[in-house]
Nanobody, 114 residues
Framework: VQLVESGGGLVQVGGSLRLSCAAS????????MGWYRQAPGKQRELVAT???????NYADSVKGRFTISRDYAKNTVYLQMNSLKPEDTAVYYC?????????WGQGTQVTVSS
């Protein structure tokens, strides 16, 4: 399973970014798609996930600001990030829970400047 991420970049406080992650393979083999992030010197943490059936889970720190969505036909998961804060600065990783295992994307940098 290959994951291709896009959409990171530099944005000012209060701005928005949209991340995308496209997964290869059969879409029926994927259970959960989600996003995690890792800031310098910190552990990787969950941002948001979406299971089949559109059940979502968000970190408390992003609730009300970030929205996760999936295009099942395209095997793609999105993360719409609004009202960005400096503490959202991190490398964001796509994660896929697949019938053959758990897979990570290469990561995309998001930097929020104040």
């Amino acid at each position: 399973v290959q994951l291709v991420e896009s959409g990171g970049g530099l944005v000012q406080v209060g701005g928005s970014l949209r991340l995308s992650c496209a997964a290869s393979g059969n879409r029926f083999d994927i259970n959960v798609m989600g996003w995690y992030r890792q800031a310098p010197g910190k552990q990787r943490e969950l941002v948001a996930t979406m299971a089949r059936g559109s059940l979502t889970n968000y970190a408390d720190s992003v609730k009300g600001r970030f929205t996760i969505s999936r295009d099942y036909a395209k095997n793609t998961v999105y993360l719409q990030m609004n009202s960005l804060k400096p503490e959202d600065t991190a490398v964001y990783y796509c994660n896929v829970d697949h019938v053959y295992g758990n897979y990570w994307g290469q990561g995309t940098q998001v930097t929020v400047s104040s």
